[in-house]
Protein backbone atom coordinates (compact mmCIF):
# COMPACT_ATOMS: atom_id res chain seq x y z
CA UNK A 1 0.00 0.00 0.00
CA UNK A 2 2.98 2.70 0.58
CA UNK A 3 4.32 1.99 -2.92
CA UNK A 4 1.38 3.99 -3.72
CA UNK A 5 3.69 7.24 -1.86
CA UNK A 6 6.14 5.79 -4.75
CA UNK A 7 5.91 7.81 -8.89
CA UNK A 8 4.95 4.60 -10.32
CA UNK A 9 1.87 4.10 -7.55
CA UNK A 10 0.85 0.62 -6.97
CA UNK A 11 -1.00 -2.32 -9.14
CA UNK A 12 -4.25 -2.99 -7.61
CA UNK A 13 -3.91 -6.88 -8.16
CA UNK A 14 -0.74 -6.64 -5.70
CA UNK A 15 -3.00 -5.37 -2.98
CA UNK A 16 -5.06 -8.05 -3.90
CA UNK A 17 -2.29 -10.31 -3.61
CA UNK A 18 -0.74 -8.82 0.10
CA UNK A 19 -4.67 -9.11 1.29
CA UNK A 20 -3.99 -12.77 0.81
CA UNK A 21 -6.07 -13.26 -1.82
CA UNK A 22 -3.83 -15.45 -3.84
CA UNK A 23 -4.43 -16.51 -7.57
CA UNK A 24 -4.85 -13.02 -9.18
CA UNK A 25 -8.42 -12.50 -11.04
CA UNK A 26 -8.91 -15.54 -12.13
CA UNK A 27 -9.64 -19.06 -9.99
CA UNK A 28 -12.36 -20.09 -7.49
CA UNK A 29 -13.77 -18.64 -4.35
CA UNK A 30 -10.22 -16.40 -3.82
CA UNK A 31 -10.06 -15.74 -7.20
CA UNK A 32 -13.61 -13.82 -7.08
CA UNK A 33 -12.71 -12.29 -3.55
CA UNK A 34 -9.45 -11.18 -5.36
CA UNK A 35 -11.81 -9.34 -8.22
CA UNK A 36 -13.74 -8.01 -5.71
CA UNK A 37 -11.00 -6.54 -3.78
CA UNK A 38 -9.47 -4.85 -6.87
CA UNK A 39 -13.15 -3.36 -8.27
CA UNK A 40 -13.75 -2.12 -4.40
CA UNK A 41 -10.19 0.17 -4.41
CA UNK A 42 -10.99 0.85 -8.03
CA UNK A 43 -14.47 2.57 -6.96
CA UNK A 44 -12.45 4.45 -4.10
CA UNK A 45 -9.65 5.72 -5.76
CA UNK A 46 -11.70 6.69 -8.61
CA UNK A 47 -13.65 9.21 -5.82
CA UNK A 48 -9.84 11.11 -6.17
CA UNK A 49 -9.93 11.82 -9.64
CA UNK A 50 -12.06 14.08 -10.76
CA UNK A 51 -10.24 16.70 -8.19
CA UNK A 52 -6.85 15.35 -9.77
CA UNK A 53 -5.25 13.99 -7.07
CA UNK A 54 -5.51 10.31 -8.11
CA UNK A 55 -4.67 8.78 -11.69
CA UNK A 56 -5.74 5.82 -13.03
CA UNK A 57 -4.55 3.29 -15.68
CA UNK A 58 -5.95 0.45 -16.80
CA UNK A 59 -3.16 -2.00 -17.05
CA UNK A 60 -1.67 -3.95 -19.99
CA UNK A 61 0.87 -6.47 -21.24
CA UNK A 62 1.02 -8.43 -17.98
CA UNK A 63 -0.13 -5.27 -15.21
CA UNK A 64 -3.23 -5.07 -13.60
CA UNK A 65 -5.11 -1.40 -12.86
CA UNK A 66 -2.69 0.61 -11.11
CA UNK A 67 -3.77 4.09 -9.15
CA UNK A 68 -1.07 6.72 -9.05
CA UNK A 69 -1.17 9.90 -7.03
CA UNK A 70 -0.29 13.29 -8.91
CA UNK A 71 2.43 15.20 -8.51
CA UNK A 72 2.55 17.46 -6.26
CA UNK A 73 -1.77 17.38 -5.13
CA UNK A 74 -1.79 14.23 -4.94
CA UNK A 75 1.18 13.29 -2.24
CA UNK A 76 -0.47 15.98 -0.53
CA UNK A 77 -3.33 13.58 -0.16
CA UNK A 78 -1.60 10.69 0.29
CA UNK A 79 -2.58 9.42 3.62
CA UNK A 80 -6.14 10.06 2.96
CA UNK A 81 -5.89 8.09 -0.45
CA UNK A 82 -4.38 4.94 1.19
CA UNK A 83 -7.04 5.22 4.21
CA UNK A 84 -9.95 5.20 1.89
CA UNK A 85 -8.22 1.97 0.15
CA UNK A 86 -7.65 0.19 3.77
CA UNK A 87 -11.29 0.69 3.41
CA UNK A 88 -12.24 -0.89 0.28
CA UNK A 89 -10.11 -3.47 0.81
CA UNK A 90 -11.61 -4.51 4.23
CA UNK A 91 -14.82 -4.30 3.15
CA UNK A 92 -14.64 -6.34 -0.17
CA UNK A 93 -12.59 -9.31 2.01
CA UNK A 94 -15.56 -8.88 5.00
CA UNK A 95 -18.35 -9.36 2.18
CA UNK A 96 -16.32 -12.16 0.52
CA UNK A 97 -15.81 -14.43 3.77
CA UNK A 98 -12.38 -12.34 4.00
CA UNK A 99 -10.28 -15.79 4.05
CA UNK A 100 -6.91 -13.14 3.96
CA UNK A 101 -3.78 -13.80 5.87
CA UNK A 102 -4.66 -11.06 8.60
CA UNK A 103 -5.57 -8.03 8.90
CA UNK A 104 -4.55 -5.57 6.19
CA UNK A 105 -1.46 -3.83 6.86
CA UNK A 106 -1.01 -6.44 10.05
CA UNK A 107 1.54 -8.84 9.89
CA UNK A 108 1.55 -10.48 6.69
CA UNK A 109 -0.70 -7.28 5.46
CA UNK A 110 0.09 -5.01 2.53
CA UNK A 111 2.34 -2.33 3.57
CA UNK A 112 4.89 -3.33 0.23
CA UNK A 113 2.04 -3.44 -2.04
CA UNK A 114 3.15 -2.61 -5.52
CA UNK A 115 6.86 -2.86 -4.93
CA UNK A 116 7.36 -6.50 -5.61
CA UNK A 117 7.39 -7.07 -9.27
Given at each position: MLGLRLQEGVELEA???QAGMEGGREGGREGGQAERVVRACEAAAARFVPSG???MEKGGEGRGPRVLLTDPRGFLVSNEVIAELFV???SA???GGGRGRGRVGGEGGMEG???DR
Open positions: LARTVRAVEMASAGR
